[in-house]
């Protein structure tokens, strides 16, 4: 590496803990906060300073990476826990959560206003993409600013700009409309294959290679045969993504059935207790409903 930047980290769950030690690791200079200090913590170890304030974090920073939970979070440490105010004129504020599109557009703004540039750059590829360094990074702005993260999306991933501000998390919407579809058409056909005397592994097994191969069918697909439904992407995540897609759905006066369809299949899933298992726990959800749970 040739510019060791200094990078906060705002938000150490269980995608900004991995990102976090990827940066510090690559020999960049970070900065942690998380409003549970301990979370944050084991990130000392990989040289990382932890504050207690937001607003510390980002003093004197070059960049601000957040992996905040939704859209509310992310504005209220912005602009009510002090962060923008803090971050020096010049800074990017790199945002990776996910959070409705008209979000990270008023987020863009009211950060240029104070002199401080804006990305929106969510992520896909899970804890795993985030442990490895594979991440597909999805951003959202100008051009100029997209450049300069580039250094810093190095450690995390594949990065593609798509567009305006809010662009990028458009894609992280059709990127999770897609994932969310494709975990229940999976789930709703293993059982079907089960069902009827099939045997849903050797099924899985079977149509690997062919037209309905996906990631999801040889990740998700082997959660479900293994009734491994440990989280590494919650069905509320899942369920957030979901319903930030209709509510840009609804703005955008688009006709988006399949996913209204799904979103309810998870606010179900959520309703009858799964709310903290995997996302592949719709499979739980559509299993319950056929006496097979």
Same mark, same amino acid.
């Given at each position: ?66 992996l905040l939970e939704n859209g509310a979070i992310v504005g209220d440490v912005l602009f009510n826990l002090g962060v923008a ?6 800074? !990017?504020?790199?945002? $990776? ?6 979000? *990270?557009?008023?987020? =863009?703004?009211? @950060?240029?206003?104070? %002199? ?5 750059a969510p992520v896909s590829g899970g804890t795993l993409g985030a442990e490895a360094g594979t991440l597909a990074i999805m951003a959202g702005g100008d051009e100029t600013d997209f450049a300069r993260a580039l250094p ?20 992280? !919407?059709?990127?999770? $409309? ?6 229940? *058409?999976?789930?709703? =056909?293993?059982? @079907?294959?089960?069902? %009827? ?97």
């Amino acid at each position: 590496m040739s510019t060791r930047l200094k990078i906060a980290v705002l938000g150490t769950g269980m995608m900004g803990l991995p990102m976090a030690r990827r940066l510090a690791r690559a020999g960049h200079e970070v900065h942690a906060w998380n409003r549970t200090r301990a979370k944050a913590e084991p990130l000392a170890a990989d040289g990382a300073t932890v504050h207690d304030s937001a607003a510390d974090a980002v003093r004197g920073v070059d960049f601000a990476v957040s992996l905040l939970e939704n859209g509310a979070i992310v504005g209220d440490v912005l602009f009510n826990l002090g962060v923008a105010e803090a971050m020096p004129r010049g800074s !990017l504020f790199i945002d $990776m959560a996910s959070i409705q599109p008209r979000e *990270a557009r008023e987020h =863009a703004a009211r @950060l240029q206003a104070l %002199g401080v540039q804006h990305l929106d750059a969510p992520v896909s590829g899970g804890t795993l993409g985030a442990e490895a360094g594979t991440l597909a990074i999805m951003a959202g702005g100008d051009e100029t600013d997209f450049a300069r993260a580039l250094p810093v999306f190095a450690a995390l991933g594949r990065a593609t700009r798509v567009g305006p501000h809010g662009a990028g998390q458009l894609a992280k !919407l059709a990127n999770q $409309m897609i994932v969310g579809i494709t975990v229940g *058409a999976v789930a709703e =056909a293993l059982l @079907l294959a089960e069902r %009827g005397g099939a045997d849903p592994a050797k099924v899985r097994e079977a149509i690997s290679g062919g037209f309905a191969d996906s990631r999801i069918l040889q990740v998700h697909g082997e959660r479900m045969v293994q009734r491994d439904f440990a989280p590494r992407g919650r069905m509320t995540v899942q369920l957030k993504d979901m319903r930030n897609a209709m509510a840009t759905v609804r703005e955008l006066d688009f006709q988006a059935p399949i996913t209204a369809l799904f979103e309810r299949l998870y606010a179900d899933g959520v309703e009858h207790g799964l709310a903290d298992l995997d996302q592949a726990g719709l499979f739980v959800e559509l299993a319950q409903r056929n006496g097979m749970q």
